[in-house]
């Protein structure tokens, strides 16, 4: 499958997940045959598969020219390798989720991946049904990962919320403030409830949640889910 963004037009808005219209998704894999079937089986699972990439430097300029909601990623790829595919295109564009695809389910790759920004992590054993579900739920926001790994991620977060807290977010008298609500959902992420389950429990909109999610990832200026999550841990919210 080749990429569909007409490279002399400008890259449409990436899809609110409020508005109705399919979730627009890039799958990257040096496999052409594995990175075709799975293009295709999202296909017609009703996404659109804006573009596909076999390398990490193709794959970073196709992703900023389609602007897809998620990346669906491999790591191991030529040229350059998935986790810094995935730390470039984060860092250029924040909204965009990045889904690990990979083979591999070695503890150091998990880490490295959601260390690098990547939102969830499935192995290539997933089934069909648990990609379209883990795009759909990545596309959401909601951290995804392949039974057994959710807990080390956890972990990982703990651990790093062990180490020197970083410049931005801290509690100086300048820093900026959260408001209780934002306090309340951060609270929430920490424990590790999806935006679904936090936007039940306190009884608002899902898109709500992100709301105050993004609002409250840029009054830190923290990037993602990662660096939230330790932020909150640091301060004892998850024990709160």
Not at 5 to 31: F, T
Not at 148 to 164: Q, T
Not at 219 to 240: C, F, M, P, S, T
Request: proline letters at 6%; one cysteine or more; charged letters at 30%.
């Amino acid at each position: 499958m080749s990429e569909r963004q007409d490279p002399g037009r400008r890259a449409p808005e990436r899809q609110d997940p409020d508005r109705q219209g399919p979730i627009r998704v890039m799958v990257v894999d040096d496999h052409p045959m594995w990175r075709d079937a799975v293009a295709r089986d999202l296909a017609e699972s009703g996404f659109d598969v804006v573009a596909t990439a076999g390398d990490g430097d193709q794959a970073v300029r196709r992703a900023a020219a389609a602007a897809p909601d998620v990346l669906v990623l491999d790591l191991n790829l030529p040229g350059k390798p998935g986790v810094q595919v995935c730390k470039e295109v984060v860092g250029t564009d924040p909204k965009l989720r990045v889904l690990v695809l990979s083979a591999s389910g070695e503890h150091a790759d998990v880490l490295e991946a959601v260390k690098s920004g990547a939102t969830g992590y499935l192995l290539k054993s997933a089934s069909t049904e648990e990609l379209r579900d883990a795009v759909r739920r990545t596309a959401a926001g909601d951290p995804v990962f392949t039974p057994g790994l959710a807990g080390l991620v956890l972990g990982e977060y703990r651990r790093l919320a062990s180490e020197p807290a970083p410049a931005a977010g801290t509690d100086d008298p300048g820093a900026p403030r959260l408001t209780d609500r934002e306090t309340e959902v951060l609270r929430l992420v920490a424990k590790g409830l999806s935006y679904k389950q936090i936007a039940e429990r306190l009884v608002i909109s899902h898109r709500t949640v992100q709301n105050h999610v993004q609002n409250t990832l840029g009054k830190l200026q923290l990037h993602n889910r990662v660096e939230l999550v330790r932020y909150a841990i640091e301060r004892g919210l998850d024990d709160a």
